[in-house]
């Protein structure tokens, strides 16, 4: 039997997409190699501005894929006819949605209702109203779609998938607890380091920045609410009904008076004038014997979810992280006193790409 072909259509081919268009070809050549391994078939990459697609479903080449669709003059097909193309595919086809877009996200039911399965690290397809999220999980269950998006919480840490089979398995999750986000990670572990004063607020956020760990403009981090998002996602397949990341206490590290100035390079000049209440913080928690952190938590049992500075004492895994690392506790009845804790990069363009990756395998598999 000659094996299936399975098309692939990517939106989104900056930083992660990039990698993830790598490692597609990677995937690709290794399956070819294998007789029994689905074809793997590329007929459509797009970003914002420019669409590349083969018309009759060939398989486009990837050698100088990034200069073809810069230079492409196909015409830029919109979201809605990306799904259109897709779902006239000959045989099963995959979206993967390398965007942080909202526009596209909204579109995951009516791709998933095509039959056409969806893999994505996008956050605001699964954070964003309760009704979407019913609406993306219905629309899978009618077409038999498949939806997989373990990239957008943690990068490629597996952080869903191991939610989900403790979830799946019958145990009772009780608490969920870490530290969400590479950009605060690294702003508290050189801000408030176990060892050493670290320097001042102001001046590791434009340190931040200066390494690409923050957006372009760093308020984008130290809103809280890139952190919400996760712990939305993470409290919905939990089981608690969360309309949205802003309906739950989130702490924002911004001050008031910087909240409306025009520019990010104006937050980082006037940050400086508010180092003093970050300092504060620091110093008091460090009265206590403690180190100050930014986290967010999931009381199940109480469905209470929260996002915000915590003190920990200096010997907690939460205190020791190194760099940009993430870390999640999951405190379950089977777990006992001493949670499941998984630990690592949450952060980069190869890791989510990898997260992206393995998801877009697991379809591979369930499709073949």
Not at 119 to 138: M, R
Not at 141 to 157: F, I, N, P, Q, T
């Amino acid at each position: 039997m000659a094996p299936k072909e399975i098309y692939i259509g990517v939106i989104g081919a900056g930083g992660v997409g990039k990698c993830f268009l790598s490692q597609l070809e990677s995937l690709s050549k290794r399956y070819a190699t294998n007789a029994s391994s689905p074809k793997l078939s590329l007929v459509l990459v797009s970003r914002s501005t420019k669409t590349l697609y083969s018309e009759k479903y060939t398989s486009l080449r990837f050698e100088n894929l990034s200069t073809k669709l810069a230079e492409s003059t196909q015409k830029t097909l919109s979201v809605t006819e990306a799904i259109e193309f897709l779902a006239a595919t000959p045989a099963k086809a995959i979206l993967v949605d390398n965007t942080s877009s909202q526009d596209v996200a909204d579109q995951y039911p009516s791709a998933l209702s095509k039959g056409i399965s969806i893999v994505t690290p996008n956050k605001k397809a699964f954070s964003g109203s309760y009704k979407l999220w019913q609406d993306i999980f219905s629309a899978a269950a009618s077409s038999g779609a498949k939806v997989y998006h373990e990239s957008s919480c943690g990068a490629g840490l597996p952080i869903l998938s191991t939610l989900k089979d403790l979830v799946d398995t019958g145990d009772e999750v009780t608490k969920i607890e870490g530290v969400f986000s590479g950009t605060m990670s690294f702003l508290f572990n050189s801000f408030a380091p176990l060892e050493g004063s670290g320097g001042k607020w102001s001046a590791e956020v434009t340190k931040a920045k200066e390494l690409g760990y923050t957006e372009p403009d760093p308020r984008d981090d130290l809103n809280g609410l890139d952190v919400a998002r996760k712990l939305t996602i993470l409290a919905r397949m939990s089981g608690l009904p969360i309309e949205s990341p802003t309906a739950f206490p989130v702490h924002s590290l911004i001050p008031k008076e910087l909240e409306s100035v025009s520019s990010g390079d104006e937050f980082l000049q006037k940050l400086p004038q508010f180092d003093s209440q970050m300092e504060e913080t620091k110093v008091a928690a460090e009265k206590e014997g403690k180190v100050v952190r930014f986290v967010g938590s999931i009381d199940v049992a109480k469905k209470e979810v929260k996002v915000g500075l915590e003190k920990f004492d200096r010997s907690h895994p939460i205190a020791a992280l190194k760099g940009s690392d993430n870390i999640i506790s999951f405190y379950t009845k089977r777990y006992g006193a001493n949670p499941l804790i998984i630990q690592g990069a949450g952060a980069g363009g190869e890791v989510t790409a990898m997260g992206v990756t393995a998801d877009l395998i697991k379809v591979i598999e369930r499709l073949s």
